[in-house]
């Protein structure tokens, strides 16, 4: 009866597992619905723990069928504002083009005559392909003893864990991508302290070549934005009400301010790199997502602990778009 009820869960929870998941992970107060299902979480994977064994692998179809929508069906909003998002099958490939410049020369000419031939430069690009990969392993004890518990942790971690990796490969992407070189795109600081005279160099770079213009940086720098002189008086009353309980705010001088915290990390290092801020004109490129996650698992008696290797999760991106990007780094 038991493993019915499981598999019914599963196959027809409208997202609701990731959300129980995610109220028991941060110890949120469930509804009598999500009381249900976790009760037969809970009694589902005590079971597993008692027994040392899942022949049928329901725990893998389980954290698959309750993080693969949330990864690849559900908006991701940051990267979604930043690309054009798909999924292709495992063995597929794609390419893109790079948007032209209008390199179109116009000449003085008499009527009926001819003039030098000009051309669009039409460049293709592939894919940066990354694949990335979490093997750990869960107690025979902790399934026994905490249950539901254990399987929303395993699950919440793992699909925290993988997104911030993606976010952290795409955003050290576009760190190289733009250099010194890019003498339009890339603003060097005069000092450490970030300046307004610096933040509006770089928000005039994207507010003329885009129509949805924002900036990403760490709050720290959010923070410091909201008290540069004069933005308050700005502020609809919601955003007055935001700066003073985080002293953050969403929008300075016509561009969006999306501030990442520093305590957001991949292997424990911060998602995005310090001392440097982000602007964004509009999209940039193609994100896109290549097969499917998935999950083994193997019951180790002697150590009493199930050996988990979830893998399968792979994207690639390309910068269609890289004139809609701008570098402000602090020295």
């Known amino acids: 009866m038991l493993k019915n009820e499981i598999a019914s869960i599963v196959e027809d929870y409208d997202n609701k597992v990731y959300h129980v998941a995610s109220k028991a992970r941060y110890n949120k107060t469930l509804n009598s619905e999500e009381k249900e299902i976790s009760q037969v979480v809970n009694a589902w994977a005590k079971g597993i723990g008692e027994r040392g064994s899942d022949p049928e692998h329901e725990l893998a179809a389980f954290v698959i069928k309750t993080i693969e929508p949330v990864i690849y069906d559900y908006p991701d909003a940051l990267l979604d504002e930043l690309f054009d998002r798909g999924t292709i099958d495992e063995f597929d490939d794609i390419q893109g083009l790079i948007d032209p410049k209008n390199t179109l020369i116009v000449h003085d000419a008499a009527k009926g005559g001819n003039v030098p031939k000009s051309y669009i430069d039409y460049k293709e690009m592939k894919p940066m392909w990354q694949h990335k990969q979490v093997e750990t392993e869960v107690r025979y004890t902790e399934l026994r003893k905490n249950g539901f518990k254990t399987v929303s942790n395993l699950t919440m971690f793992a699909e925290e864990a993988l997104k911030n990796a993606m976010f952290r490969s795409v955003f050290d992407a ?54 540069m002189a004069g933005q308050t008086s700005f502020m609809s009353n919601d955003m007055k009400d ?90």
Not at 211 to 217: A, G
């Open 174 to 227: 576009i760190d190289s991508l733009i250099t010194a070189a890019n003498t339009e795109q890339y603003i060097g600081a005069a000092g450490a302290v970030l300046t307004q005279a610096d933040l509006n160099a770089l928000i005039l770079y994207i507010i003329e070549r885009g129509v949805n213009p924002f900036v990403v940086c760490r709050s720290a720098y959010a923070q410091q934005i909201a008290n």
């Open 242 to 331: 935001n700066y003073n309980r985080y002293g953050l705010i969403n929008f300075y001088n016509g561009a969006r301010i999306a501030h990442i915290p520093s305590a957001v990390k991949v292997n424990d290092i911060p998602a995005l790199p310090d001392k440097k801020l982000f602007g964004f004109a509009d999209k940039i490129g193609t994100l896109d997502m290549r097969g499917a996650l998935r999950m083994y698992e193997d019951f180790n008696n002697k150590s009493e602990v199930v050996e988990i290797k979830l893998t399968g999760f792979e994207f690639g991106y390309m910068f269609t778009k890289p004139e809609n990007i701008s570098k402000l780094v602090l020295v």
